[in-house]
Every structure is written in structure tokens, then in C-alpha cells.
């Protein structure tokens, strides 16, 4: 399983226009991508804040992500910063190319792998 999380500051001023672009972004990967497990979007209580959640049975389902929803991303540089991406699992080396790809592309951000040692993991399977 693999566990994708982006951290972003939001530009000043631009709180309404980022909602209504990750409604749009949401709706698409809802439409296009029926292998995701989850795609969640939260912002801080202050709205100065945005961290997206999602989570793929497999890394192929995180680069078809990305290949799919890529092109949807650069346009949301103009509201964000992003600052952190991490993923917990192992994508492919072309995969974390991609993700720091995206990093530059939409912030300064760094992109950190973190290794499963251990867990449980109960998600229900086909």
C-alpha cells in the first residue's frame, strides 16, 4: 500500500479560489480514477494551511495518478506553496522523479520516502 501526503502554504488571499480548484481536482480524480482508495483535501482552521491525502493499493496506482491528474496540478501553483510531499511505501525511482517534479512545480517542496517496518494493515480486498 502506498500513503501520499502534501503539505502547502496558501497564498494569501487566494483560500476561495483554492477551494473551488480542489472541488474541481476532487471531481476529476473521482471520475477518472476508480482504482484510488482515497483522495482527501483538508485546510487548517485558519485557512493558511493545505495537506492532501491519498492512499493506492499499489505504486502503479500512484503513477497512474499522477499521469491521469498531472496535467491538473500546475494550474493550483498560483494559489499554493507546496512545502512536503511524503510517501509511505516505496514508489518506483521514476515515480519519486515525478513527485519531485511536482514539488518544484508547485512550491520549493521537499519529497521524503518512508519505508514500511511494520503493520497491520486492514483494508478490505477484492
Do not use: C, W
Request: aromatic share 8%; glycine share 8%; hydrophobic share 40%.
Amino acid at each position: 500500500m502506498i500513503v501520499y501526503v502534501d503539505q502547502s502554504a496558501v497564498h494569501d488571499g487566494k483560500l476561495d479560489e483554492l477551494k473551488g480548484a480542489i472541488t474541481d481536482l476532487v471531481e476529476f480524480v473521482d471520475a477518472n480514477e476508480p482504482d484510488i482508495l482515497s483522495y482527501d483535501v483538508y485546510f487548517s482552521e485558519d485557512g493558511t494551511r493545505m495537506t492532501v491525502v491519498h492512499t493506492h493499493a499499489d505504486s502503479a496506482s500512484l503513477a497512474y495518478h499522477m499521469e491521469v491528474a498531472g496535467p491538473k496540478f500546475p494550474p493550483i501553483g498560483e494559489f499554493i506553496d507546496l512545502e512536503a510531499i511524503d510517501v509511505y511505501g516505496r514508489p518506483s525511482a521514476e515515480l519519486v522523479h515525478q513527485l519531485e517534479k511536482k514539488a518544484s512545480t508547485l512550491g520549493h517542496g521537499r519529497v521524503s520516502i518512508h519505508d514500511r517496518h511494520d503493520g497491520i494493515d486492514r483494508v478490505p480486498a477484492e
